[in-house]
């Protein structure tokens, strides 16, 4: 078996690396993570903006966000993310031939049963506040110029907005991220909370990839494990 498939035995193994203080609040954790929500981030070129809505997720309990990559690549930035990256997943599209990455993401999020929600104050926009928690969803921002593009718009199943009577048009992206996610997690959690957490092997499996980050030498470990047992 490979070092990244899910063994539960080395699971069990490598909890012995990992001290009882981290392995319950890891415990704590995970029992509020959710992938009920999603967050995609389309070309954002301001690589501390993406930071920032990386660690809004986590502090959220979003366990996954969505990068698609178009004019610019994005990085994690440590002294923004102040070490959330290390906890939640992350994924990136690329456009190819044939297929653009709107196009690769939106598909994999469809296939997971994500409804898709471009946020833009522009065209049939729906205020937050109307938007229902009825089921899984996908919300995609855009860069700090031009917000989402207009093959977003055309590609996601509705347009949301935050209502604004100031005369600044949009929040910082960070603080959108947040606003959604705290009015729509607010809705879900009191109406159908066995909905929105993870299933127990999802959080097996995410389990095993935080011990492996946490561990020192955590490949060494591994190896000495597999190369001890006939596997």
């Keep these: 078996m490979g070092n990244n498939s899910f063994d539960p035995e080395l699971l069990v193994y490598l909890s012995q690396y990992v001290t009882d203080h981290k392995k319950a609040r ?86 997971q049963g994500y409804k898709v929600m471009a946020t833009s104050p522009h065209g049939e926009s729906v205020p937050l506040h109307e938007l229902k928690a009825d089921q899984k969803t996908a919300l995609v921002f855009g860069n700090e110029h031009a917000g989402v593009s207009e093959e977003v718009i055309q590609k996601s199943d509705g347009v949301v907005h935050i209502p604004m009577t100031g005369f600044t048009e949009s929040f910082n992206i960070s603080v959108s991220a947040s606003i959604c996610l705290y009015d729509l997690q607010q809705k879900i959690v009191r109406s159908r909370p066995e909905v929105y957490y993870l299933s127990e092997s999802e959080k097996a499996e995410i389990r095993f990839r935080w011990y492996k980050s946490v561990v020192k030498n955590a490949e060494a470990h591994i190896r000495n494990f597999y190369g001890s047992e006939s596997r």
């Excluded at 102040?82 to 469809?110: M, N």
């Design 26 to 111: 890891m415990e704590e954790v995970l029992a509020l993570r959710s992938r009920f929500f999603t967050v995609v981030l389309e070309d954002i070129y301001k690589p501390h903006n993406a930071s920032a809505v990386i660690r809004t997720c986590d502090c959220f309990g979003v366990q996954d966000i969505h990068i698609i990559e178009r004019a610019n690549s994005y990085d994690v930035n440590p002294y923004v993310t102040r070490g959330a990256a290390q906890w939640v997943d992350i994924h990136k599209y690329q456009d190819d031939p044939g297929r653009s990455s709107v196009d690769a993401c939106f598909e994999e999020l469809r296939a």
